[in-house]
């Protein structure tokens, strides 16, 4: 069956601090990769995501992610993160071109400690 | 306006009210999806539509009924609730087909709350 894991619910980090959270999907297939943010009483907003072509994809806030066909993982990174970084954050996978179905992690929640 | 639009962004509601969830998009999008978002639970895919038309009902309850009259409006009619279908309910668009898709916009979400 095809899945989004997201090992981590929720990640403590104090500010300034580097990141990762971690996202794995089970698909032998290309798929279309995602991260978006929820910040508190929001919609989800897209943080950045991957199609095709270099496997170093950077989005918004200073966020990146790498994604790695052979362990099938798309985990995000931030060098140093900041209190509004504080959010729940999932990864998103699409692993059927033409449907565009959209499957969820059950995310992770970043806090950031001052 | 720009993007996607939820209305209304609160709702309490009682076991027997009938209520309906308003979703409009200003991004051209042809596909349009409710999702539910329970606490501690991942996001489920409710409905979609393609062109209007219902492509996906991921096993919902009767007592969620989705309506798109066209490929900007989406609604959710709710009666007979239960408390348990107390979720924050979020609207998505998305181009689909072609050579270049794009990924989904949420819209803000309706916290609703079944008393």
């Known amino acids: 069956a095809q899945s989004v894991t997201q090992l981590d619910s929720q990640v403590p980090v104090f500010e300034e601090a580097p990141v990762e959270l971690r996202c794995n999907y089970s698909s032998s297939v290309s798929v279309y990769l995602f991260w978006y943010v929820q910040y508190p009483n929001q919609g989800l907003q897209l943080l950045l995501k991957y199609l095709s072509g270099s496997t170093l994809v950077k989005g918004i806030n200073g966020f990146e992610a790498e994604f790695n066909k052979s362990q099938t993982s798309f985990h995000l990174r931030k060098p140093s993160v900041h209190i509004s970084d504080t959010a729940e954050y999932f990864c998103?996978?699409?692993?059927?071109?033409?449907?565009?179905?959209?499957?969820f992690g059950t995310g992770t929640r970043l806090t950031i400690i001052p | 306006e720009t993007g996607v639009t939820q209305t209304p962004r609160h709702l309490v509601m009682g076991m027997t009210n009938k209520k309906s969830l308003k979703c409009e998009q200003h991004l051209g999008h042809n596909a349009m999806y409710w999702y539910k978002q329970s606490a501690k639970k991942p996001l489920e895919l409710m409905f979609v539509y393609n062109f209007k038309e219902q492509t996906e009902n991921n096993s919902v309850p009767s007592r969620f009924s989705p309506e798109c009259p066209n490929s900007s409006h989406l609604f959710l009619h709710l009666h007979t609730l239960q408390p348990e279908d107390s979720a924050l309910y979020l609207c998505a668009s998305s181009q689909v087909g072609g050579s270049m898709n794009t990924e989904a916009f949420f819209g803000q979400g309706t916290r609703l709350t079944v008393v």
């Open positions: 998103a996978v699409i692993f059927n071109f033409g449907n565009e179905k959209l499957t």
